[in-house]
Each structure stands twice: as C-alpha cells, then as structure tokens.
C-alpha cells in the first residue's frame, strides 16, 4: 500500500513486489547494458513526439521521416535485447510493455493524428475515424494473443484470412 496526503492507494500485488537479485555472475556492467537497451527502446518514444510536433507543423516528410527513425530503432531493440539476455539481468523491467507503449505511440496515435489533422478527410468525418483507430487499435494492443509464445509479433499470414492458402508458401518442402 501506498500512502498519499489525502488518498490511500491499493497497488496491485505485481507492483510491489521485486525479483530476487540475478546470480552473482552478472556483472554492474552487464546489467548496465542491459538497461541501456530499455533507454534505446524507450528513445521511440522521444522520436514520436518529434514525429508528432511534425506533424503539428504539417511537415508531413519530417514526420514520416522520424517515424522511420523509429522503425529502425524497433526493429533492431528486440534482437539486442535477446543477445544481452535483458529478461534475466532487468528482470524488473518489462521490455514487452516498454515496446508496446512505444509501438502504440509510433504505429498507431501519431499516425491517427495525421490522417484525423491532414485533411484528407471530411471534417465531420476526421475525427469519428481517428478516434476509431486509435480505440480499435488500443483494444488489438490489449489482446494477449497479439504475440506469439516466443513474443515476436505474429506473422502476416497468421492474421490474414487466407492462412490456410498462404501456409503452404511459407513452408519449405
């Protein structure tokens, strides 16, 4: 529990708890490292504000510009996090949500922006449709499904309808 001025607040039980310290093995410097991938990741963050204060501007080619910055830091993240083995020396740190909030801000709300401030879209309409994609979204981001076992997002032709047809493609004979 957690004790304010004025308000007694419950925090959920995963939030006060720690997990025990990793083996002696792990060295100040490895875990250092290690968090230093949970910075890079949450760099994405800083770069979609960029990309978002550009798009304020309708400076359409810088947003998408910075917007690929962040692909490019996302794609790389996750591989680098798996070499320096982040789960076991931060084990207090999510890397998962970490790149889900990132990914949310960069995938889906600053592009929202864009497409509801662009005006590419009825004025009456801009808005109903951002927030539709922007709640449809949160609510995909919410499923537990949306990775796989291995937490690598799933494949394209796992989501798409034609699984079925597009298996057969994928798998080597």
């Not at 490895?30 to 991938?37: G, L, P, Q, Y």
């Not at 990309?51 to 910075?66: P, S, Y």
């Not at 590419?120 to 109903?128: G, I």
Request: aromatic share 8%.
């Amino acid at each position: 529990m957690c004790k304010s001025a004025r308000f007694l607040i419950a925090l959920p039980a995963t939030m006060d708890q720690t997990t025990p310290p990793i083996s002696s093995s792990a060295s100040p410097r490895m875990r250092a490292a290690a968090f230093s991938v949970h910075i890079f990741t949450a760099l994405g963050a800083g770069v979609a504000l960029i990309a978002m204060l550009e798009a304020v501007r309708e400076h359409w080619t810088n947003m998408f510009g910075w917007l690929g910055v962040a692909l490019v830091i996302d794609a790389i993240d996750g591989p680098i996090a798996r070499r320096l083995d982040v789960m076991r020396l931060q084990p207090n740190w999510s890397g998962d949500i970490l790149d889900l909030v990132v990914d949310f801000l960069t995938y889906v709300f600053v592009p929202a922006y864009a497409i509801t401030a662009s005006g590419l879209l009825l004025p009456l309409a801009a808005p109903v449709l951002g927030i539709g994609i922007v709640v449809s979204s949160a609510l995909y981001f919410a499923d537990r499904r949306m990775k796989a076992a291995d937490k690598r997002p799933p494949s394209i032709c796992s989501c798409c309808i034609c699984r079925r047809r597009c298996r057969p493609l994928l798998l080597p004979r």
